[in-house]
Structures are given as C-alpha cells and as structure tokens.
C-alpha cells in the first residue's frame, strides 16, 4: 500500500542555519503531496503541497519540490528561525484521506 | 471565519467506558474526516463522513463509530475504551466539490484512557 517516510528527528539547529527534512513516498500513480506543520498543543496547519512531479511548494520561506524520479519531497528552508520550532508532518492523498509519516521534529535554538 | 472546532479539549476516561467527541467543520465544508494521533507518531486515518454517511474506514475496529449531522457536524464515538486508545483525536474538514480542496484540521481532543 501507499507510505510515507520521513527522516527521524530530533532536527537540532541554531538560528540562521539550513534546514533539510527528508521525505519519501511509496505509492501508486502520482499523488498530491503536502507538509503539514503541528506547534505545540495545537493541531496540524498546512505548510505547503504539490500535485503534480516537478510541482514545488512554498510558503513562509519553505519549500519542497515534487521528485517522481527520487519518489521524493524534501523539505528545506534556507535560514530558520526560533518560531519555526514544531514537528514537521509529510503526506501523501490517497483518493479522500492523507497518509502521514511519523513526523520531524525540529529544535531551533537562538 | 471560524475554523475547525472540537470539544472537549481534554478528557479522561477509565478502561471499558464510553466517550464521545465532536466536530465542528469549517465553514463552507461539507465533508468531515477523523484521525487518531498516538503519541510521537503521525495521524491515522480513522474515517470520512459526507452527506451523512461514512464514506470511507481506515483499520480500526468496530468500535470506533461515528455520525454526521445534517449541519455538517461529526461526533466520533469510542465504545469499550482499551488503553491503547489513548491518543489525540483530530477532525479535519474539507469541500467534497472543490477539487484538490486542502483538510483544515482542529486542536484535537486529547483522550487519556487509565
């Protein structure tokens, strides 16, 4: 069936620092893929999505690129900040529900 | 405009009762999904309500159940609550006539089972 793998975390990086998160999917066709982004107590907000290969995302200064070669959809952002302390959610649609991986959650610290 | 609401925001139930929690979607949609979050892993899908029927089930047992109502408001009910119950609850809501229409999800309900 359709899966979702993400790296494990926890993501440690000091203000300003590159951020990488790393995604790969197994499915059937080419899905619509998403990040999901879940601050503490709160529920998840979507980040950013991608429907088709090659499509890439962004929002806030992240963004993630639709790779059907790689089956893969990185997240990255060039300089990050303290606030975008969270855990990080990729996903995969398949036909009416979302498939999540197990999350990255990321520590930035000032 | 209102998001996705769910109440209670916590709750506490001992082994073998029953709970009930319930959504309220955001407006202008029609469609209401429920996902079980256990601690330190991504949510499962647990299943999707439309025009008041269960559309769709992910692997969980008949004791999870659940309902929608004519405003478009969902309960999830748990019957026989094991330990392994214990989770957050997530409800998300989405348009089923806007193609690609993204889920907005609620806070959650956080339910401990003792």
């Known amino acids: 069936g359709n899966s979702v793998t993400q790296m494990e975390g926890p993501v440690t990086l000091s203000e300003e620092a590159f951020l990488t998160i790393n995604c790969t999917y197994t499915?059937?066709?080419?899905?619509?893929l998403f990040w999901y982004v879940q601050y503490p107590g709160e529920g998840l907000q979507l980040l950013l999505k991608?429907?088709?290969?090659?499509d890439k995302g962004s929002n806030k200064g992240f963004e993630a690129t639709y790779r059907k070669e790689t089956t893969s959809f990185h997240l990255e952002k060039g300089s990050v900040q303290v606030s975008d302390s969270a855990v990080y959610f990729c996903?995969?649609?398949?036909?009416?529900?979302?498939?999540f991986g197990t999350g990255t959650r990321l520590q930035v610290f000032p | 405009d209102a998001g996705v609401t769910q109440s209670p925001t916590h709750l506490i139930k001992t082994r073998g009762q029953q709970v009930t929690l319930r959504c309220s979607p955001k407006?202008?949609?029609?469609?209401v999904s429920w996902y079980q979050q256990a601690l330190g892993q991504g949510p499962q899908f647990i299943f999707q309500?439309?025009?008041?029927?269960?559309?769709q089930r992910g692997n969980f047992p008949d004791r999870f159940s659940g309902h929608q109502f004519p405003n478009y408001s969902s309960e999830l009910n748990v019957n026989a609550l094991l330990l392994g119950d214990s989770a957050l609850y997530l409800c998300?809501?989405?348009?089923?006539?806007?193609?690609?229409?993204?889920?907005?999800f609620g806070n959650g309900t956080r339910l401990t089972v003792t």
């Open positions: 991608a429907t088709k290969a090659d």
């Open positions: 407006s202008g949609h029609d469609t």
């Open positions: 309500y439309y025009e008041e029927e269960e559309r």
């Open positions: 998300a809501s989405s348009s089923a006539g806007s193609l690609n229409s993204p889920l907005h």
């Open positions: 499915a059937t066709g080419y899905p619509s």
């Open positions: 996903a995969l649609k398949d036909t009416d529900k979302l498939i």
